[in-house]
């Protein structure tokens, strides 16, 4: 009697646990795959090469994206018609970067140094800890830095633009092509570039209405600081704040294609036995 007993329990647990004939449902009994440090580092290295590469061509890779850049560079231009009456308008001449005073700390935001070490100490806490998701902001942060930083350097050095207090006779079209001069890397803002992919990374993870009002206000800011002490024209800002959402925007999506890829990949390992009752007893079903 007692084997009876302790057999029908068991086939009513097999039953409970082998009704679920959707993949989905069974990998709610799966664990977590486990990963090793050197995997994740190896996994990061191989998405950070990976997206560089298509990072360059996702301008034009289809139509609507052409049409986005082809967007972005004539509003970029359009608006340089307007940057000495905007400067007329806002900037205060004579001061440098940092003065001691509020707009010191939107300036301080836009310093890639100190992104890059926030994305670094993230990325390190994540590994350490084994946080996939705080390992992953942190290396989708320093990946977005560091593409969009490459483009800014490139133009910088391709158009040399001056920057308004160095212009002659306050004039915004005045070029030094190919120079590394400090006072030639106007275009386009750093400053904006930096604030703006910074923002765009933490704001999307965090995923709250909140942290987008306070981390892209906060970027705004940042685009301000730097047309109020007189460094950059707005089309600099303009075109900077573009450079860093778009190239924020990219990593973020390649990373939610991987993760797309990740689950349907499951669903397709997902299989199953279910079994149920029969005329005969029961049956027994392998789901693929």
């Known amino acids: ?46 998405c950070f090469g990976a997206d560089w590469g298509n990072y360059f061509i996702e301008p034009f ?12 560079i004539t509003g970029t231009v359009l608006s340089s018609a307007a940057d000495r009456e905007f400067r007329e308008a806002v900037s205060r001449r004579d001061f440098a970067t940092y003065n001691g005073d509020f707009w010191d700390g939107p ?27 705080i390992r992953k902001t942190g290396r989708m942060l320093l990946q977005a830095l560091a593409y969009s930083g490459t483009v800014t350097m490139g133009m910088r050095y391709l158009f040399g633009r001056h920057r308004p207090f160095t212009s002659s006779n306050g004039s915004q079209y005045e070029f030094s092509w190919f ?11 750093g400053h904006m570039v930096v604030a703006t992919t910074t923002s765009t990374i933490l704001a999307e993870q965090i995923d709250t209405w909140w942290a987008r009002v306070v981390l892209y206000g906060f970027a705004a800011l940042t685009g301000y600081a730097r047309l109020y002490n007189d460094k950059h024209w707005i089309s600099d800002v303009i075109f900077g704040a573009a450079l860093g959402y778009g190239s924020a925007k990219f990593v973020l999506a390649r990373e939610r294609e991987r993760e797309e890829n990740e689950k349907r990949k499951m669903k397709r390992k997902g299989g199953g036995i279910s079994l149920y009752p029969s005329f005969n007893g029961f049956s027994l079903i392998y789901n693929f």
């Open 1 to 46: 009697m007692k084997k009876r007993v302790i057999a029908a329990a068991i086939l009513i647990f097999l039953i409970q646990m082998t009704t679920y004939t959707d993949s989905t449902d069974l990998n709610k009994f799966r664990k977590p795959k486990k990963t090793t440090v050197w995997q994740d580092l190896s996994y990061d290295a191989s």
């Open 61 to 72: 890779r289809s139509t609507k994206n052409i049409l986005i850049t082809s967007g972005v």
């Open 107 to 133: 300036t301080f935001y836009g310093f890639v140094q100190y992104p890059s070490i926030f994305g670094g100490i993230l990325y390190t806490t994540g590994l350490v800890t084994r946080e996939s998701e």
């Open 179 to 189: 120079s590394t001069a400090g006072d030639t890397q106007s275009f386009p803002s």
